[in-house]
């Protein structure tokens, strides 16, 4: 009987082991079990039934709304406190980027040039002469290697072939563009993207706006010579030192399916493309780009719904080592739009926070090791955002301009909270134009035009102001220690550049109200907020007061004043130039700190506003 007993206790500590090993392989085999999984229907079947049976329990959320954040957004009063002695560390400011649809016409248009004028008087005004510290900084658009089709026009006609079937490449409308882009100030973001119509391999497969042709390459090969040559174009006109401080994105938004790249033949990977094909197009653009110049920044895979993990899978695991002695990756990028939120715990699809927390977070915290120590290295590029998708605002008003300012407070609640690896690299400002062609159209751009003696009068979106306001701030922050948490009704991102200055930037944004149908008395207009900066590294300094609000900064509401005219004279010219600037609440004062060196400020701040006070050392 004793022998028996032992034997059932070693067959059972076998047992145990082994199972206890097959665990932890397939703990590190994850990975690999849920690629399995999905490859097996059956299998992939009863996961999917088991993953909405915790979504129900979970209350259909995705456990997001058990640890969301309790913010007050309805007090009428608020008193934030800043301590200018501390500091929350130096950081790289990644706003003041701009896209549009396309190169050409964002680039060269009349109007275009004209807001072009703007936008370098504005970075001589905030910055210390050095790409670093501008307001405005990156340009990224599509249909770089599109074909013109009339009456769009969105391409600039690089790849060209004869009548004898003859390949050869046209610089012109590109040496344009580029050289124009420099001329301003900014730095290309160069996207490797659409399908010259001569290279395609589906000539009628289009996207609805530019009309670029969004199928694969017919020859992969004449596609590497494509990107091969555009690289070392771009060396040879502007050199390596400058080609290298521009990032490169390997196409747009190809898990789109039913948009972008081609149908996905498997229905239950909908609604993504066929990313395989895209891999290949990254295999192929990468190769090319890095043989033409090895110091060259890209990326991707700039994706729109999708999280990054598809491509690091494909660069990590699946064809680990193909890449030889470059590479693979220098950043990864995607998009995210609409209301910012408070938490980023909630839903992805809730907010722009939550959905780059959910983005990101699958791949910091991914089942292979490969993925997850990528991550520990690779910036992160929100290479398209804007509020453009909220139905319910007014977007040439000041809803956006708050919204703007927000949302790069929201960048660093993300890598306060999560990690630098969540802060982005690059934040860019989407819009198909950045200069819409008038008022009433409204969807994006930082800049209005309206009809003038038979030509396009361009002027400034309250959001401009709002880019211009952010250039002015130091690049080490301080803390907000009391009053407010981001996601509350105001807030404030606030710095210092050493002994010499303080910056405070205030925001009141109410994301939740219907700005269209008026305030309906669903939101408060106008809050009582005191300021105070305590410890100020000096004690007499001017106070620069600039505001975005009704009646500041704000052409748009100006031009209802004017009766919404669709063509101006020269009064009307006269009086929207006047209020297009960012504008002074106040003339600048020279003041003197309280004991302490204590700064204290009142300030009735409106709804979808934004404040910012300059203490600089007198």
Known sequence: MDLFRRKIFFIALTLFVVLGIAAGIGYKQKYHLKKFVKNNPFLYEQAVKIARMKSQVLGGTGGGNYFEREIDTRKATWNLVFDASQSLGT????????????????????????????????????????????????????????????????????????????????????DEVFDAMLRVGF?????????????????????KWGRGNISPPKDYREWQKLVYNTVRHFVERYGEEEVASWYFEVWNESDLGWLFWVEDPDPGRNPYGDLKEYHKLYDYTLAAAKSAFPQIVIGGPASAGADINFLLEHIFVE????????????????????????????????????????????????????????????????????????????????????????????????????????????????????????????KGGIAGALKKDGHS??????????????????????????????????????????????????????????????????????????????????????????????????????????????????????VLSRNQDLALFEPVRILQADSGRKFKLDIAMQAQSVHLLRLIRN
């Open 319 to 442: 064809k680990k080592g193909k890449y030889g002695n470059y590479t693979p990756i220098d950043f990864v990028s995607s998009h995210g739009y609409g209301p910012i939120g408070y938490d980023y715990r909630m839903h992805p699809k809730k907010s722009l926070v939550s959905s780059i927390n959910w983005k990101l977070g699958n791949s910091v915290e991914h089942d292979h090791s490969a993925v997850r120590k990528s991550m520990e290295t690779l910036p992160f590029i929100l290479s398209e955002t804007g509020a453009k998708y909220k139905k319910r605002i007014i977007h040439h008003g000041r809803y956006v301009a708050a919204w703007y300012a927000k949302m790069v407070d929201s960048m660093f609640y993300l890598g306060d909270n999560l990690g630098k690896v969540y802060q982005p690299r690059e934040v860019i400002y989407w819009s198909a134009h950045q200069v819409v062609k008038n008022f009433e159209h409204e």
């Open 187 to 207: 730095k290309p973001f160069h996207e490797f993207g659409f399908m010259p119509d001569a290279l395609a391999s589906i000539p009628d497969r289009r996207q």
């Open 457 to 574: 009068a361009v002027f400034k979106l309250p959001v401009y102001n709002t880019m211009e306001a952010l250039g002015y701030l130091s690049n080490e922050r301080i803390p907000l220690v009391h009053g407010s948490q981001f996601g509350e009704t105001v807030h404030a991102i606030a710095t210092k550049n050493s002994n010499e200055s303080v910056e405070v930037l205030l925001y009141h944004l109410e994301e939740e109200i219907d700005e269209r149908a008026g305030s309906g008395g669903n939101y408060i207009d106008s809050l009582k907020v005191r300021v105070v900066i305590e410890n100020l590294p000096f004690e007499q300094f001017k106070l620069a007061h600039y505001t975005i609000d009704e009646t500041h900064s704000n052409t748009y509401a100006t031009w209802l004043k004017l009766g919404k005219p669709k063509k101006i004279g020269n009064r009307e010219s006269q």
């Open 91 to 174: 950081y790289e400011r990644f706003w003041g980027n701009l896209g549009s649809e396309s190169f050409k016409t964002g680039i060269l248009s009349g109007r275009s040039l004209r807001l072009f004028e703007f936008i370098k008087k504005s970075n001589a005004r905030v910055g210390d002469g050095s790409f670093e510290r501008n307001a405005f900084r990156h340009f990224r658009a599509h249909n770089l290697y599109s074909n013109g089709e009339p009456p769009w026009g969105e391409g600039l006609e690089i790849y060209q072939v004869d009548n004898n079937g003859k390949v050869h490449y046209d610089w012109t409308l590109t």
